[in-house]
């Protein structure tokens, strides 16, 4: 299972960027998480492979994932950008057809390599 990262970059605050995510699998459940400097990783948005989604709270509303399964590519579009959005951003999998385990990183057996997020 490969997971590839991109889209990251530096914007201003109240701005947006999408993150792609580059996927080798299908029917798996899928998600996003981040990691501040100093902080511990933490979940941001989860998808099943039946579409069904879940979000932190602290990003609803401003985040949305997505699937393109023909184009094997996840998606984490980030709107209204706030400061403490800056983070790594990295995209997980796990060979399950539903997200059971919620946003529990022990849950996701695959991690790609991160891209970063940085908000002023």
């Known amino acids: 299972v490969q997971l590839v990262e991109s889209g990251g970059g530096s914007v201003q605050a109240g701005e947006s960027l999408r993150l792609p995510c580059e996927y080798s699998q299908s029917r798996y459940c899928m998600g996003w998480f981040r990691q501040a400097p100093g902080k511990e990783r933490e979940g941001v948005a989860i998808?099943?492979?039946?579409?069904?989604?879940r979000y932190a709270d602290s990003v609803k509303g401003r985040f949305t994932i997505s699937k393109d399964n023909a184009q094997n590519t996840l998606y984490l579009q980030l709107n209204s950008l706030k400061s403490e959005d800056t983070a790594m951003y990295y995209c997980a999998a796990q060979r399950s057809t539903y997200c059971s385990g919620g946003f529990r990183l022990g849950f996701f057996g695959y991690w790609g390599q991160g891209t970063q997020v940085t908000v002023s």
């Open positions: 998808i099943d492979s039946d579409g069904r989604t």
